[in-house]
């Protein structure tokens, strides 16, 4: 069976920095990409960033610049480096597994990243 385990969020001021880090286990085939959607209440998830296998990574347009993603493929692990946060990040964020590069197949439970002073 396929699990996600997220970890890293929490409670940061704005300008501050967190990471997340989100390891995929049980998956009997190479996962082409993963990522990171975030969710606000009553709002649809929204991707934040994706790294492929080959490490090209993609970012929504509010992260650009202030968030990193990146990969340990031997660890089927995701890292989201989050930094100059501001208080409209604060969501819920999900990581996720795509294995065909045709959609999420994996989803993780989700971890809160609170951004307040």
């Known amino acids: 069976q396929v699990q996600l385990v997220e970890s890293g969020g929490g409670l940061v001021q704005p300008g501050g920095s967190l990471r997340l880090s989100c390891t995929i286990s049980?998956?009997?085939?190479?996962?082409?990409?993963m990522g990171w959607y975030c969710q606000t209440p009553g709002n649809q998830r929204d991707v934040v960033a994706e790294?492929?296998?080959?490490?090209?990574?993609k970012y929504k347009d509010s992260v650009k610049g202030r968030f990193t993603i990146s990969r340990d493929n031997d660890k089927n692990t995701v890292y989201l480096q989050m930094s100059s946060v501001k208080p409209e990040d604060t969501a819920v964020y999900y990581c996720?597994?795509?294995?065909?590069?045709?959609?999420?197949?994996?989803w993780g439970q989700g971890t809160q990243v609170t951004v307040s002073s």
């Open positions: 790294i492929t296998r080959d490490g090209v990574a």
């Open positions: 049980g998956s009997k085939l190479s996962i082409y990409a």
């Open positions: 996720y597994g795509d294995i065909t590069g045709y959609g999420v197949d994996y």
